[in-house]
């Protein structure tokens, strides 16, 4: 018997007939995101010819049309302006169109980042707290505890929208940032603290307890012991957070209008001429989706654990 | 107690409570009075636009409204189909990439992360751009179906018997690599010796893989569903920005419904009322979903 290799390792052909199929759905799972990608590059009308373009003239009409607010003018009055000062003007005047002001995405977007980083922070801040509580002492009804700061992740989003978003109007947090840092850092929490318990629970008892016999109180122990071996798994746990807060949308299109709302909202609200500016939606997606795609792949190693809410580890 | 005394500051028991307080309170006050405000909202006539009007106790009588209303058990059919379609075929393709990818060739782990990146994006912008690929004139999505099969022009969006399967094809193209991933460690648990005994009494690969692999991968994918179910059911974003319900109501799940009850009509008693029926049978559901999964985990 071939006794350099296991009888249960595949064999190589049955590698490569895998490895064939997992690319091949790989192209084709990874075209919608490219199409976008591709789409953000393509002027207007490129975007809606038919055949769809392939190949393309690359613009950035998309990105121009993202960031500003044009209107239609006429030749004459075109004419009798100034000569555009900078490429984008130029490009919107071949479209006979002068440039009114910047678009609201900054805001947005910068909206996300604020209460994005905002809630991220106090949920992992506060989750670690209540994880490392679970993870080393005798907290009574400890597995009913969990059990209801994981169902509170069950509750569909509308069902407590309409009594938050009266809350919220008694007390002044409807469409603010505090508001949905606040609403964004409950709705981690449940991640946060069955992650981050998790992750607690993997380091040793022994290390605090050696740090307290050295004089630590049991609170200087959990900051400048616990915290730092933790660190890898916070770190992963603020990344989850990050990207459900990035993501979210039924509560910000219920409770958010002009001050707070972030992008998932306002990107489907970008209309040019006569129907969607495909471009320039291309151009807010992908600008919207990059830091996720960099995230996930900064993740792939903690990618199961957060998904499953810690359940499964390997 | 004597132990602990030796070590200076707070007590244990003081840092406990200390640490869970904030957690609880925030969850109590953001999650649990929502609800409970809800479902004293539910048994009574509160309009939540007519901010002078009092309202008015009505007993059951929201309750009633709702589960006698036929367009309801519709919803819950759009909801239930949907379901139904999206797990199926999230378990199938899922199970068989992860039984690929689990034959461990060059590259896979490169393969896994890109084939990931779907169920990470905003499912809401994930709904926009899929609008532009089922956009019936100059769609990708269109072109290439038409490229394999001429169909001629159709509408995936627009056609009340397209539409559903719109949603099924963008929700399992998005959440597949979710059952992968739970499945892929259902496959990566299963010791090697259970291999080696069953080559040792020759069991064929076959049997092998209904044997050992399928009893071990399935409380993994049965987990693996249940967060998808769960999911699901709540289902919102997505849909709205794709197809907003339509055409019609041929799209329209539970929760989108109750959003255009609470959000747009205003009937914010009737629509708690709704919100309280799905939030049990959703959490009844899963309770007995869980006790079946741990029976099948037991044997």
Request: charged share 15%; aromatic share 14%.
């Amino acid at each position: 018997m071939d006794t350099s290799r296991s009888y249960l390792e595949p064999s190589s052909f049955s590698k490569k007939m895998a490895a064939a199929i997992i690319i091949v759905y790989a192209v084709i799972t990874l075209i919608p995101i490219s199409w976008m990608v591709m789409t953000s590059f393509k002027n207007v009308d490129s975007a809606i010819s038919y055949p769809p373009e392939v190949l393309f003239e690359p613009s950035l009409e998309g990105y121009v049309n993202l960031f500003t607010n044009r209107s239609r003018q006429s030749q004459e009055y075109l004419d009798s302006l100034p000569p555009p000062e900078n490429w984008y003007e130029e490009l919107v005047r071949s479209r006979e169109m002068v440039i009114t002001g910047p678009s609201k995405f900054l805001g947005r977007y910068s909206n996300s980042m604020i209460i994005g980083f905002g809630s991220t922070f106090a949920s992992v801040f506060l989750g670690a707290l209540a994880a490392y509580a679970f993870s080393r002492f005798r907290v009574p009804l400890k597995d009913d505890l969990l059990f209801f700061i994981l169902s509170t992740r069950m509750f569909p989003p509308i069902a407590v929208a309409v009594p938050i978003f009266i809350m919220y109007r008694k007390l002044g947090l409807g469409d603010t940032h505090l508001g949905m840092i606040i609403l964004y850092t409950v709705v981690n929490l449940s991640l946060a603290v069955w992650l981050l318990k998790g992750f607690m629970d993997e380091i040793p008892k022994e290390y605090e307890e050696a740090a307290m016999i050295d004089g630590y109180s049991r609170l200087q122990a959990f900051f400048k012991v616990v915290l730092p071996q933790a660190m890898t798994g916070i770190a992963a746990t603020a990344i989850f957070c990050m990207i459900f807060s990035w993501n979210e949308y039924a509560f910000a299109v219920l409770l958010t209008q002009f001050n707070a709302q972030t992008a998932p909202p306002f990107i489907p609200t970008i209309i040019g001429e006569g129907g969607l500016d495909w471009p320039a939606i291309g151009a807010g997606t992908t600008l919207f989706l990059l830091p996720v795609m960099i995230f996930t792949i900064i993740l792939r190693k903690h990618l199961l654990r957060g998904i499953t809410f810690g359940a499964v580890r390997k | 107690m004597s132990v602990k005394k030796k070590f200076k500051g707070l007590s244990d028991k003081a840092v406990g409570w200390l640490f869970i307080g904030p957690t609880v309170l925030l969850l109590l006050a953001i999650n649990i009075y929502p609800l409970v405000y809800a479902i004293k909202m539910s048994f009574t006539n509160f309009y939540a636009n007519k901010i002078g009007r009092e309202p008015q106790f009505v007993g059951l009588k929201n309750y009633i409204k709702v589960l006698n209303k036929e367009a309801i058990w519709e919803k819950m059919q759009v909801t239930a189909s949907f379901m139904f379609w999206t797990l199926l075929l999230q378990a199938i393709i899922g199970l068989g990439l992860a039984l690929l990818l689990n034959r461990k060739f060059k590259g896979n782990e490169l393969l896994t992360t890109l084939i990931v990146l779907p169920m990470m994006l905003s499912p809401a912008v994930v709904g926009v751009f899929w609008t532009y690929l089922y956009n019936p004139q100059v769609g990708l999505f269109n072109y290439v179906v038409n490229f394999f099969y001429d169909l001629g022009s159709f509408d995936m969006i627009g056609s009340s018997t397209l539409a559903p399967w719109a949603i099924v094809i963008v929700d399992t193209w998005m959440w597949t690599p979710f059952t992968m991933l739970i499945c892929l460690a259902g496959l990566r648990s299963v010791p090697n010796y259970l291999y080696e005994a069953a080559e040792v009494d020759r069991a064929s690969k076959w049997q092998q893989f209904i044997y050992i692999t399928l009893p071990s991968v399935l409380p993994f994918l049965l987990l693996a569903l249940l967060f998808r179910g769960i999911e699901n059911f709540k289902m919102f974003d997505m849909v709205v920005e794709l197809t907003s319900g339509g055409p019609g109501s041929a799209t329209e799940l539970a929760s989108i419904n109750l959003k255009r009850e609470a959000f747009e009509k205003w009937k914010t008693g009737y629509s708690s009322a709704f919100a309280v029926i799905l939030f049990v049978t959703i959490f009844g559901f899963g309770n007995v979903y869980v006790k079946v999964m741990n029976k099948i985990k037991e044997r």
